[in-house]
Structures are given as structure tokens and as C-alpha cells.
């Protein structure tokens, strides 16, 4: 889907005081402004007495944009196959994932794995990062916690390519994929915010070049950087949690790159669990799936929450790999 600004020209009331108000509020494409609560939306332009009228304007004309470019009686199907040709993916490695998504995580967008300690999150990871990389493209991972680990990687591989690593030749290959993931220790916030902001000068850098693009994001908790500046009454950790995931949208839409985020869950009403950080960052993912495992179990279930054409409640398993994940 179309970013934004691409409609300026065509169509002048999409302009950048109105890209303003729609990206403090994560929206960069057409395709955010679909996944958005319209009825929020609208509400939030009403809270903007300077040029409230002009904003609602504006949704107004993106609504008519979709209106025109959609045929009236497209169905689900066509809108997946759409969706599918217009979109590439990245396999994760995880058969069951793949297969749920329609083959991985989609470039462009951001994808959010939900779950408990000990879930399967942090495997999910560390293969995604190593599927890619083994397609000679770079993954950037932030390591929130100290859990990414190249031997982790290495077994990953092993277990995946049929490795065994006696030799020369299987040392060089493994080598050469852990040479692509380049991984961050990121403890808070700011560090996250310095080193997204290095990466975004260098994906501008590798715009024309073919050799080994970043094609992958991750950070392995985002959770873990936010919860600690969302307490107390004051907006700043909340105007904090919304740069955040503004700047990773961003990265995505704009770069045409994955981002693969997790977060931990938290107690819900009735005692369920619900994901963490709250409603406002729940219109932030593109992408958002629930994991979860029965303790001592190897087979990991994973459930779309919320995903921009299939349903929700849409569900797969797959068997994780023996090393002990606690993540």
C-alpha cells in the first residue's frame, strides 16, 4: 500500500500538517490508515481545534482513495492473493509460522510475537535472523537481555543445513551467516533510539547497492526497553513508547525492510493474559501473534491477534529445537 506522502502531489489535502497527525499516530501508509481505529482517529482530529476540519478532510479523501482503488465486491481470497504479490517474505525458518503468514514475515511491515516466558519468542528470533542471513541478506538484532547467542545461531544452522561443522568449508559458511547478523546490546530506550538512528543513515547509504541489504530488524524485547519509562503519571514514557514505534514503522515502510519485535504478556481481566504496554501500542503492529507452550512441551502454538488480511483467531504449531529455550 501506498505511503502518504506519494499523495501529496494528487492529492493536496494530504499534505504535511495532515502526514503529521497521521504519523503521531503511527500511520505512514494507506495500509496503517486501514488497520487504525477510524472512530479514534476521527476523534483525535476532533480533539485538534486548530485545523480540525482540514484533518477530517484528509480521512475523508483517503477513504474515498480506497474506495476508488478497491472493486466493490473484492473478496477476502482476492484481497490475501493481492496482499501476497504485492508483498515479499521472509521466511522464519518455522514451518508452522511460515505457513500461518503465507510464507513469513512481510517486508514493509512491523510483527509483534506475544508471549510468556519460555514461549518460544527468543528462538523465533535467533532463527528468523539466521534464515535470512543464510539467504546472504544482514539482519540487525537488538539484544535486550543478553540472550542472543552465536552458538545458539551455529546449532540453529546446524540443525537446519545439516551441518555438522568438522570441516573447513562448514566453519566458513557458518561464519559467513554469523558475519550478517549484526547484533546490539541495547539496555534502555535512548541506546535503542542512537542505534536506530545509525541504522537509518545506513540503510539510506545502501539505497542502489545489491550487496548484502539489511532486510531484517529485530529487537528481542521491546517490552523490556519500554515498561521500565510507562510508570508514573507524567506523559513523557507514553509520548516515548508512540517515537518508538513511530521510528520502527518508519524504518519499515521507508526501507521496505522486516521488523520482528516480542513483547511479554501481562494479567488481563479474569485472570487471562492480555500483551503488555497497553492499548495505545496495540495499533502500532501491522503484525501480531500470541505464543504460548505447555511447560516441558516442545510443540509451541502460535495464534494471529491481529494481522492486515486474515483472521483472527487463525492458529498452527511447530516443534521447537531441542536446545533449552527459556526466552
Known amino acids: 500500500m501506498a505511503p502518504l506522502k506519494s499523495l501529496e502531489n494528487e492529492y493536496p489535502i494530504i499534505d504535511s500538517n495532515f502526514q503529521s497527525f497521521c504519523a503521531s499516530h503511527t500511520i505512514f501508509s494507506v495500509e496503517d490508515f486501514l488497520l487504525y481505529d477510524l472512530d479514534a482517529l476521527i476523534?483525535?482530529?476532533?480533539?485538534?481545534?486548530?485545523?480540525?476540519?482540514?484533518?477530517?478532510?484528509?480521512?475523508?479523501?483517503?477513504?474515498?482513495?480506497?474506495?476508488?482503488?478497491?472493486?466493490?465486491?473484492?473478496?477476502?481470497?482476492?484481497?490475501?492473493?493481492?496482499?501476497?504479490?504485492?508483498?515479499?517474505?521472509?521466511?522464519?525458518?518455522?514451518?508452522?509460522?511460515?505457513?500461518?503468514?503465507?510464507?513469513?514475515?512481510?517486508?514493509?511491515?512491523?510483527?509483534?510475537?506475544?508471549?510468556?516466558?519460555?514461549?518460544?519468542?527468543t528462538q523465533a528470533c535467533l532463527l528468523s535472523a539466521s534464515t535470512v542471513a543464510k539467504h546472504k541478506s544482514s539482519v540487525i538484532y537488538l539484544d535486550t537481555s543478553n540472550s542472543f547467542s552465536p552458538q545458539r545461531i551455529a546449532h540453529l544452522v546446524g540443525q537446519t543445513s545439516g551441518y555438522v561443522f568438522n570441516s573447513?568449508?562448514?566453519?566458513?559458511?557458518?561464519?559467513?551467516?554469523?558475519?550478517?547478523?549484526?547484533?546490539?546490546?541495547?539496555?534502555?530506550?535512548?541506546?535503542?533510539?542512537?542505534?536506530?538512528?545509525?541504522?537509518?543513515?545506513?540503510?539510506?547509504?545502501?539505497?542502489?547497492?545489491?550487496?548484502?541489504?539489511?532486510?531484517?530488524?529485530?529487537?528481542?524485547?521491546?517490552?523490556?526497553?519500554?515498561?521500565p519509562i510507562?510508570?508514573?503519571?507524567?506523559?513523557?514514557?507514553?509520548a516515548m513508547m508512540i517515537s518508538a514505534g513511530n521510528l520502527l514503522k518508519r524504518l519499515a515502510n521507508e526501507h521496505n525492510i522486516a521488523v520482528l519485535v516480542t513483547n511479554h504478556v501481562v494479567g488481563g481481566e479474569g485472570g487471562t493474559s492480555k500483551p503488555a504496554?497497553?492499548?495505545?501500542?496495540?495499533?502500532?503492529?501491522?503484525?501480531?501473534?500470541?505464543?504460548?507452550?505447555?511447560?516441558?512441551?516442545?510443540?509451541?502454538?502460535?495464534?494471529?491477534?491481529?494481522?492486515?488480511?486474515?483472521?483472527s483467531g487463525k492458529t498452527a504449531s511447530w516443534t521447537m529445537y531441542s536446545f533449552d529455550d527459556k526466552m
Open 230 to 238: 510507562l510508570g508514573g503519571s507524567g506523559p513523557q514514557g507514553h
Open 43 to 121: 476523534a483525535f482530529a476532533d480533539n485538534d481545534h486548530t485545523c480540525s476540519h482540514t484533518l477530517k478532510q484528509g480521512i475523508d479523501q483517503l477513504l474515498s482513495i480506497i474506495d476508488s482503488q478497491q472493486p466493490p465486491l473484492l473478496n477476502g481470497l482476492q484481497l490475501f492473493e493481492d496482499a501476497k504479490q504485492n508483498k515479499h517474505v521472509l521466511p522464519t525458518g518455522f514451518e508452522g509460522i511460515d505457513a500461518l503468514l503465507g510464507g513469513g514475515l512481510s517486508e514493509g511491515q512491523l510483527t509483534e510475537l506475544v508471549g510468556p516466558s519460555s514461549s518460544g519468542k
Open 168 to 227: 573447513q568449508a562448514d566453519h566458513r559458511y557458518l561464519q559467513e551467516v554469523l558475519d550478517r547478523i549484526i547484533c546490539y546490546s541495547v539496555f534502555d530506550l535512548y541506546q535503542m533510539f542512537d542505534v536506530l538512528h545509525q541504522l537509518k543513515m545506513k540503510l539510506k547509504c545502501q539505497i542502489g547497492k545489491s550487496d548484502c541489504h539489511v532486510r531484517l530488524l529485530i529487537v528481542d524485547s521491546i517490552s523490556s526497553l519500554i515498561t
Open 277 to 311: 504496554l497497553g492499548e495505545s501500542w496495540k495499533s502500532v503492529p501491522h503484525v501480531r501473534l500470541l505464543l504460548c507452550r505447555d511447560y516441558g512441551s516442545n510443540v509451541a502454538n502460535i495464534s494471529i491477534l491481529k494481522h492486515p488480511s486474515m483472521a
